[in-house]
């Protein structure tokens, strides 16, 4: 069996991580291999770098440049490993995460990110992308509800309404590859609809 790489995205708060084990194990039960990971992050290098990044106020280019030095790390250590021997791959955050955060929320040019995707990691892309729509305020709540909040969770709403925006014009431009989930209703309802969209599109 070929291996699959699956994408989990959406605005801080919006429920990605809580639904992850859920997924996981749907395809578990299907027979695959899951290799579960995340962004920035994956690796011990990338951990480092996901503490800097979600700790350290910087520059919008050193933030971006950071997060494509843990993806290069990723890459090579983790995913395209696992893809090769036919696991399937299923990470929190990636690229479309890098255009909704640094392009959409703080402004930076998509030609730059463009060009770190191709350098980074050329034609691979994921094969689905689920997007966990929420909106901003609902997201917040969650978030402070939780724990403490890292410099990401701690922007203005404003910032969300940006990602927001963003993710789903992503997910417009690639309907192909984004299966949209209403994030703002109860876990079960959106776990239901979950089991739907994978046996739609991964059977």
Same mark, same amino acid.
Do not use: W
């Given at each position: 069996? &070929?291996?699959q @790489?699956?994408?989990? =995205?959406?605005?801080?708060g919006a429920?990605?991580?809580?639904?992850a &084990?859920?997924i996981?194990s /749907?395809?578990r039960e299907?027979? #695959? !291999?899951?290799?579960? !990971?995340?962004?920035?992050?994956? !690796?011990a290098? $990338? =951990?480092?770098? /996901?503490?800097l990044?979600l $700790?350290? +106020?910087?520059?919008?280019?050193a933030?971006?440049l950071l997060?494509?030095a843990?993806?290069?790390q990723?890459?090579?250590?983790?995913? #395209?490993p +696992?893809? +090769? &021997?036919?696991?399937?791959?299923l990470?929190?955050? @990636? !690229?479309? +995460?890098? @255009?909704a955060y640094?392009c $959409?929320g703080?402004?930076?040019?998509?030609?730059?990110?463009? &060009?770190?995707?191709?350098?980074?990691?050329?034609d691979?892309r994921?094969?689905?992308?689920?997007?966990?729509?929420?909106?901003?305020?609902t997201?917040?709540a #969650?978030?402070?509800?939780r724990s403490?909040? %890292?410099?990401?969770?701690?922007?203005?709403?404003? *910032? @969300?309404?940006r990602? /927001?925006?963003?993710?789903?014009e992503?997910?417009? #431009? =690639?309907? %192909?590859? *984004?299966?949209?989930?209403? $994030?703002?209703?109860r876990?079960?309802?959106v776990?239901s609809a979950?089991?739907?969209?994978? %046996?739609?599109?991964?059977?």
């Amino acid at each position: 069996m &070929a291996g699959q @790489f699956i994408t989990l =995205e959406g605005i801080d708060g919006a429920g990605k991580s809580t639904h992850a &084990a859920f997924i996981a194990s /749907r395809l578990r039960e299907r027979g #695959r !291999t899951v290799v579960q !990971t995340r962004e920035p992050g994956g !690796t011990a290098v $990338g =951990e480092k770098i /996901r503490d800097l990044v979600l $700790g350290e +106020a910087m520059d919008v280019h050193a933030e971006t440049l950071l997060i494509f030095a843990a993806r290069a790390q990723h890459l090579h250590e983790v995913v #395209r490993p +696992a893809l +090769a &021997a036919g696991s399937t791959v299923l990470c929190d955050r @990636f !690229t479309d +995460a890098t @255009f909704a955060y640094q392009c $959409g929320g703080r402004a930076l040019p998509e030609s730059h990110v463009e &060009a770190l995707a191709r350098l980074t990691h050329g034609d691979l892309r994921p094969g689905l992308t689920l997007l966990f729509d929420t909106d901003a305020a609902t997201a917040h709540a #969650r978030v402070v509800a939780r724990s403490a909040a %890292d410099r990401f969770e701690r922007e203005d709403l404003g *910032f @969300f309404e940006r990602v /927001r925006a963003r993710y789903l014009e992503q997910a417009r #431009r =690639e309907p %192909d590859r *984004f299966c949209v989930l209403d $994030g703002n209703q109860r876990i079960e309802a959106v776990q239901s609809a979950l089991a739907r969209a994978l %046996d739609e599109r991964i059977g």
